[in-house]
């Protein structure tokens, strides 16, 4: 008997329905468990899990904080990069900040909780504070001394031309004083919440400054890695931190210098990437090594 041809096609289609959910539901996730379990694959499919004392602390493939309580940096540890993902390092927020370069003017609202900084300004901000930390001269270009970015909105008379009528230091909030005093003989003012001095008019020029062409902090520093995740540093950040640490623990900066050296991988392949250091691991090496005082 001939089944009509809606019902053929019904159980053809139940048919392919059954042998995907076996092919793609169970045997391929099964498949790759069973690869996971591999010796040498094992330890990555379970997330690179680190270990110390007995339990977990953190995993080398994701980088967290080395801050206390209050969010300040534990002089004793190396410090990570910054993480736009959440609140920090979060895996389930993964993202960068989505500023680029042409990010320098900061919103300053009347309510505190609705201003947000430019990239340019937490730049300025993260080297400052790396800077202070670590003994090393933070200025930037295009920074301010209190860290925040240098920018002014220069008003003309014609508009793109003419004589500067005013100039604003717009990221700098009265009643802070603004880091020039004098634009083109005009006096500088500094800038007042809720005004957006872009949209009435005022041409965004950014000011160099005499920081060094080549800044004391790495870049690494100062910005986020583009997952927010990123565990590792750059050995010239590292190096920054060497001394600090030393002190911190009262162990020969040398001996600490190896310490890194032994944590830093190479370019994958020999030519892909940088090197980089392994915050977590270089830091639990550390207290097996020069335990805290």
Excluded at 4 to 21: E, G, K, S, Y
Excluded at 95 to 113: C, I, K, Q, Y
Excluded at 155 to 184: H, M, W
Excluded at 262 to 267: I, P
Aim: glycine share 10%.
């Amino acid at each position: 008997m001939r089944l009509p041809t809606w019902l053929a096609q019904h159980l053809a289609a139940l048919r392919a329905l059954l042998v995907f959910t076996v092919l793609l539901g169970l045997a391929y996730p099964l498949a790759l468990v069973a690869a996971g379990r591999i010796p040498g694959l094992a330890d990555k499919a379970d997330g690179s899990l680190v270990s110390a004392d007995g339990r977990i602390v953190g995993s080398a493939l994701i980088g967290q904080s080395f801050t206390d309580a209050d969010g300040n940096p534990v002089p004793r540890y190396f410090q990570s990069r910054p993480s736009a993902a959440g609140d920090g390092y979060d895996p389930t927020a993964t993202a960068a900040s989505n500023l680029g370069p042409e990010s320098v003017v900061d919103t300053v609202a009347t309510d505190p909780e609705e201003s947000t900084q430019s990239l340019l300004t937490q730049v300025c901000q993260r080297s400052k504070v790396v800077g202070e930390l670590n003994g090393v001269d933070g200025r930037r270009p295009y920074c301010t001394s209190d860290g925040v970015g240098a920018v002014l909105a220069v008003f003309r008379r014609d508009g793109l031309t003419g004589p500067v009528t005013r100039v604003v230091s717009v990221n700098q909030v009265a009643p802070a004083a603004p880091f020039v005093t004098r634009y083109e003989g005009v006096p500088v003012e500094p800038a007042r919440p809720g005004e957006d001095y872009v949209a009435t008019g005022g041409l965004v020029t950014p000011i160099r400054g005499d920081a060094p062409a080549e800044p004391a902090v790495p870049a690494d520093a100062v910005t986020a890695s583009g997952s927010g995740l990123d565990p590792h540093i750059s050995p010239a950040y590292a190096e920054i931190q060497v001394e600090r640490v030393a002190r911190e623990r009262g162990a020969d900066p040398a001996a600490v210098r190896r310490l890194v050296e032994a944590h830093t991988t190479g370019r994958s392949l020999g030519f892909m990437g940088e090197p980089g250091v392994n915050v977590l691991e270089l830091n639990l090496a550390l207290d097996r090594e020069f335990p805290a005082r």
